[in-house]
């Protein structure tokens, strides 16, 4: 599922900036990039991450920025009078007269220092991130649960479209044993008067019966149903559902394809592209679900 979240703070001199975004991935993973020298932190990241996301590819960028104050910065004394030293040498033997000046001496490398240059200890800033992390996460969360809102309605829409189909299919089950039957006869009864042969009504049952267990479909209809309630039920849940409901499409895939295979009836066969249409837009969707 799709969301973006991003939060910036300052915290103890330092700015702190996370940003969140997630996209469709049928398993979890994570992208992480942090401001160098912080990687000791990846793991605690990745553990904050994955409480508030189960499914999906998750791109997080960590930024930490210390905010320098005054007494962040030193004068390197013996680099200082290393470098005066030498200039004093070479204006002595040169027979050179110009003065040095501190100024210029302090902008040559490794004068000054920058003492919050280097990277802080990992258990310091932790507890100055980890706010920040959790607020960008929540500003996901927000987003994606929208998205999972509209993405539920549109599930149980198309459930509705299963559940209709599967009534008229239930409906007229029944009905085909006994246009079977009926066409049978008028056949029978065609060949008879053509040929003046006799047929045993035995036989005709028979061959009914046969029939009427072969295409009976009463146990898929059930089976379908019970997979519609208990898909109802997943939406429903508080819990992460999105690898329950691909389980359960995907058996209502199998007990709508034997419908299809066993019914040998044009309308039956016209629900049952119904059903599966709404199913293919049940699993494109569901990849959409954590």
Same mark, same amino acid.
């Given at each position: 599922?799709?969301?973006?979240?991003?939060?910036?703070?300052?915290?103890?001199?330092?700015?702190?900036?996370?940003?969140?975004?997630?996209?469709?991935?049928?398993?979890?993973?994570?992208?992480?990039?942090?401001?160098?020298?912080?990687?000791?932190?990846?793991?605690?990241?990745?553990?904050?991450?994955?409480?508030?996301?189960?499914?999906?590819?998750?791109?997080?960028?960590?930024?930490?920025?210390?905010?320098?104050?005054?007494?962040?910065?030193?004068?390197?004394?013996?680099?200082?009078?290393?470098?005066?030293?030498?200039?004093?040498?070479?204006?002595?033997?040169?027979?050179?007269?110009?003065?040095?000046?501190?100024?210029?001496?302090?902008?040559?490398?490794?004068?000054?220092?920058?003492?919050?240059?280097?990277?802080?200890?990992?258990?310091?800033?932790?507890?100055?991130?980890?706010?920040?992390?959790?607020? +960008?996460? &929540? %500003?996901?969360?927000?987003?994606?649960?929208? =998205?999972?809102?509209?993405?539920? /309605?549109?599930? #149980?829409? @198309?459930?509705?479209?299963?559940?209709?189909?599967?009534?008229?299919?239930?409906?007229?089950?029944?009905?085909?044993?006994?246009?079977?039957?009926?066409?049978?006869?008028?056949?029978?009864?065609?060949?008879?008067?053509?040929?003046?042969?006799?047929?045993?009504?035995?036989?005709?049952?028979?061959?009914?019966?046969?029939?009427?267990?072969?295409?009976?479909?009463?146990?898929?209809?059930?089976?379908?149903?019970?997979?519609?309630?208990?898909?109802?039920?997943?939406?429903?849940?508080?819990?992460?559902?999105?690898?329950?409901?691909?389980?359960?499409?995907?058996?209502?895939?199998?007990?709508?394809?034997?419908?299809?295979?066993? +019914?040998? &009836? %044009?309308?039956?066969?016209?629900?049952?592209? =119904?059903?599966?249409?709404?199913? /293919?837009?049940? #699993?494109? @969707?569901?990849?959409?679900?954590?």
């Amino acid at each position: 599922m799709t969301g973006f979240g991003d939060a910036r703070q300052e915290r103890a001199n330092h700015a702190l900036a996370v940003e969140v975004r997630t996209i469709n991935n049928r398993h979890f993973k994570l992208n992480l990039r942090t401001t160098e020298g912080y990687g000791a932190l990846d793991s605690r990241i990745e553990a904050v991450v994955r409480e508030y996301v189960r499914r999906g590819t998750v791109n997080v960028n960590v930024r930490i920025r210390h905010m320098s104050a005054a007494d962040d910065y030193r004068v390197n004394i013996d680099v200082l009078e290393n470098y005066a030293d030498q200039l004093q040498k070479v204006a002595a033997k040169r027979l050179m007269t110009e003065e040095l000046r501190l100024e210029h001496l302090a902008l040559l490398p490794g004068v000054i220092e920058e003492l919050s240059a280097e990277a802080h200890d990992a258990d310091d800033i932790w507890p100055l991130l980890e706010p920040t992390l959790r607020a +960008a996460l &929540d %500003a996901m969360t927000e987003m994606r649960l929208a =998205e999972g809102t509209a993405l539920g /309605e549109d599930l #149980r829409r @198309q459930c509705d479209v299963v559940d209709a189909s599967l009534q008229k299919i239930a409906a007229r089950s029944p009905l085909v044993v006994d246009g079977y039957r009926h066409r049978l006869q008028d056949r029978v009864a065609e060949a008879l008067a053509k040929f003046n042969v006799t047929v045993d009504p035995l036989d005709l049952v028979r061959e009914v019966c046969v029939f009427a267990d072969r295409s009976d479909i009463s146990e898929e209809i059930v089976r379908l149903r019970s997979h519609l309630a208990q898909f109802s039920q997943a939406l429903q849940a508080a819990e992460s559902a999105g690898r329950k409901l691909e389980f359960i499409c995907q058996e209502m895939g199998r007990e709508t394809n034997t419908i299809g295979s066993k +019914a040998n &009836d %044009a309308e039956i066969s016209h629900e049952v592209v =119904e059903i599966k249409t709404a199913l /293919e837009r049940i #699993r494109e @969707q569901i990849q959409n679900v954590e």
